[in-house]
């Protein structure tokens, strides 16, 4: 009888990227647009979709094995669950996201301690009550569903704590951010019971192993040349490699082989410096997995 693995995977702004980052890792997942039961081409794991704010009660109370989900969601549930693995990615980028408390750039609030008496609207409501008590500011929080840039553009509240990658929407409101409430990075979770058994465990180590390598992958190449080795010191010189360039003889007298992992965003300004240094059959290639 095959085992399975329970596995939460975030619904919503996540979704995209985790799809991704698990294609990369190996595993393909497939999910109809209306659909909360995914397919994954593993017959060992047993997805579904859930909003990444309910994650981790789902999997603190043994409905789910391991999920997927935000830290800032954990915190804001109070849930006891184990964090297996640290997974930093998010919508648009892989940094960590911010919850700031941002206001209307008219409003002539500089500082936390102005938004005593103001009313501030959120879907971090619980985490936001801790952040205000911390400094000794006493506002009222509100839950929002969403559309919170509006609700404080429009007057409707005083100043909302929202998650940002990037700031362009706040900006694009007139809002400023004038605190970070929390930093959140991405986090593959387990129910505690279902962690202390030795084939569950093995196997979320497997999936988280694979996704971070995908992670650690992302925005980097391999790069591959063949140089004659009087020119070795000078083109090593120009490759900021991941440790050291692997350095290998060919069977051409004095020509060697040399291989190594650049960010991709460098590829195009150090293609043509090495060209010019003596490299001859550069060839760049994708990568997907990177395992440290």
């Given amino acids: 009888m095959t085992k399975i693995l329970k596995l939460g995977l975030p619904k919503g702004s996540l979704q995209e990227a985790t799809f991704a980052m698990f294609k990369k890792a190996g595993f393909t997942i497939h999910a109809g647009e209306r659909s909360y039961i995914p397919s994954i081409d593993d017959v ?14 789902y999997v603190e109370d043994g409905a789910l094995d391991c999920g997927i989900t935000g830290n800032d969601w954990i915190m804001e549930n109070g849930s006891e669950v184990i964090k297996v693995e640290g997974l930093v990615y998010a919508k648009q980028s892989l940094n960590p996201v911010r919850w700031v408390l941002a206001v ?27 952040y205000l008590a911390k400094h000794k500011v006493k506002a009222e929080v509100e839950f929002s569903w969403g559309a919170t ?15 940002t990658e990037t700031g362009r929407s706040l900006r ?14 991405t986090q593959f979770i387990a129910n505690k019971v279902s ?3 030795g084939w569950k465990k093995a196997k979320m180590h497997q999936i988280c192993l694979l996704l971070k390598g ?11 040349m063949n140089i004659q080795e009087k020119n070795l010191k000078k083109i ?47 060839i760049e290639y994708p990568l997907n997995k990177l395992i440290y």
């Avoid at 047993?46 to 994650?55: F, G, I, K, N, T």
């Avoid at 840039?149 to 998650?163: F, M, P, R, T, Y």
């Avoid at 995908?214 to 591959?224: D, F, N, T």
């Avoid at 960010?263 to 195009?268: G, L, N, S, T, Y």
């Fill in 149 to 163: 840039e509006v609700k404080v553009a429009s007057g409707l509240v005083d100043g909302i704590v929202e998650l």
């Fill in 214 to 224: 995908a992670i650690q992958a992302e925005g980097r190449v391999g790069l591959k």
């Fill in 44 to 57: 060992e794991i047993d997805p579904v979709l859930l909003r990444a704010q309910e994650m981790s009660r």
């Fill in 104 to 130: 209307p750039e008219s409003s002539g609030i500089k500082e936390v301690k102005d938004l005593n008496g103001k009313l501030i609207a959120t879907e971090l409501v619980n985490v936001t009550k801790a």
């Fill in 195 to 197: 962690y202390r058994d």
């Fill in 172 to 185: 694009a409101h007139k809002l400023i951010q004038i605190a970070t409430i929390i930093e959140s990075t």
């Fill in 236 to 282: 090593v010189s120009l490759l900021p490699a991941l440790k050291n360039p692997t350095i290998s003889h060919l069977a051409q007298k004095d020509w060697l082989a040399v291989e190594t992992i650049i960010e991709e965003k460098i590829v195009r300004n150090i293609i043509p410096q090495l060209r010019a240094a003596g490299a001859q059959g550069i």
